[in-house]
Nanobody, 124 residues
């Protein structure tokens, strides 16, 4: 069982930056693919970014490419999402996810473990 705890969300003006963190309880964190998803009110959960065990294999949603960066510190069992040039449409609850079976995936169904989410609100 893996527990994921997100932090770093908040209110920011458009054009600003936030860094989300996700701390994992897994003893073998390095073996897990880590992903970030988000869900805005009235919308389906959507993929944001994912990173393989070393952090060098990454995937990004087209809508965040060039603005968001996923990274991980395996020594700290933590994955990060650096979000720059934030837009109003980035407003959502952001979820961290983990899975030990697959390479970085854009599909939420490929992830086994989920955090509780952290709210990101971008004011226009």
């Amino acid at each position: 069982q893996v527990q994921l705890v997100e932090s770093g969300g908040g209110l920011v003006q458009a054009g600003g930056s936030l860094r989300l963190s996700c701390a994992a309880s897994a003893r073998t964190f390095i073996s897990y693919t880590m992903g970030w998803f988000r869900q805005a009110p009235g919308k389906e959960r959507e993929f944001v970014a994912a990173a393989g065990w070393s952090g060098t294999s990454t995937n990004y949603a087209e809508s965040v490419k060039g603005r968001f960066t996923i990274s991980r510190d395996n020594a700290k069992n933590t994955v990060y999402l650096q979000m720059n040039s934030l837009k109003y449409e980035d407003t959502a609850v952001y979820y961290c996810a983990a899975d030990s079976r697959y390479a970085p995936s854009t599909s939420w169904s490929m992830y086994t473990y989920w955090g509780q989410g952290t709210q990101v609100t971008v004011s226009s």
